[in-house]
């Protein structure tokens, strides 16, 4: 499902304050186009984000909490560059993502495991906290659309509310398993078709694209994460057995391949100038 430019009149004001308005070249989008490989590719990075950092913290022997603030320093380097580039790149825009996968993983699992916050109170805060970024991005921009994350301020907002979706999902993810005791498969199939009804929604009911997108954005989290249980756990505890290290090299390698791909087609970047059609 591909959000479109929010269906608002302070959409020109955006574009004014852009520069686009004031008959200025546009600035690129900093984030891809949403395609099925940008769908394919975000259930991949959350499901290593589950399985690496179940591997990290089981094998590296660092702790949850050394794991923890080594993954944040290299999410903070990955972002550094992902704010300094001066436009859409496959390559640092998906480490960021595959990053912010293991770092929401990590910051739910340190609430729970270490703090011992139940799930039912960290889903609840994660929610508020993502509504709260939603309300404080779009009083500041006037917009909510992913076509329009092209100045730095915007970026944040649009990063900040990834994290929160990595951590909110987690969350959500273990209480539904936690509560409702599917199992993997069951649980992914679940996740899978309430993703579904979204689209359903959007495409025949008219549910609104941007929403549509960041509802789906935080299903696709405990998709994700079903999937990659399932494939890494143990066939005592419902899983195949395929181990964590297993699990995360092949997704690893399906991720790479796909942005190389992407990087060489540039399938999922769109012309600035195209932008400016659309939203006029």
């Not at 380097?77 to 929401?104: C, I, M, N």
Request: aromatic share 10%; proline share 3%; with cysteine.
């Amino acid at each position: 499902m591909t959000p479109e430019i929010s269906e608002t009149a302070a959409v020109a004001d955006a574009r004014d304050a852009d520069g686009v308005g004031a008959g200025r070249r546009p600035r690129w989008n900093k984030v891809p186009e949403v395609t099925l490989y940008f769908w394919a590719i975000k259930v991949l990075c959350t499901t290593v984000g589950e399985t690496a950092a179940d591997l990290l913290n089981g094998k590296v022997g660092l702790g949850l909490t050394g794991v923890s603030l080594l993954m944040s320093v290299l999410l903070v380097v990955a972002l550094v560059a992902q704010f300094r580039a001066r436009a859409y790149r496959p390559d640092v825009y998906w480490l960021v993502v595959a990053l912010v996968s293991v770092v929401g993983t990590l910051i739910t699992d340190n609430l729970t495991d270490n703090l011992g916050v139940p799930l039912h109170v960290s889903t609840s805060v994660f929610a508020v906290v993502l509504i709260g970024v939603f309300a404080l991005w779009y009083r500041s921009e006037r917009t909510l659309s992913i076509h329009h994350v092209d100045s730095v301020r915007r970026e944040g907002f649009y990063w900040l509310a990834v994290l929160c979706t990595f951590a909110l999902g987690t969350a959500a993810g273990d209480l539904v398993a936690e509560r409702m005791a599917l199992g993997y498969w069951l649980s992914a199939v679940l996740f899978a078709a309430v993703i579904a009804a979204v689209a359903v929604a959007h495409f025949a009911l008219g549910l609104d694209a941007v929403w549509s997108f960041w509802i789906a954005y935080i299903l696709t989290r405990p998709l994700g994460a079903s999937v990659g249980d399932y494939l890494s756990q143990p066939a005592a505890d419902g899983g195949l057995g395929l181990g964590t290290v297993v699990t995360s090299g092949l997704f690893l390698a399906v991720i790479v391949g796909l942005v190389v791909f992407l990087t060489v087609t540039r399938r999922d970047v769109t012309d600035p100038e195209e932008l400016t059609l659309r939203a006029g």
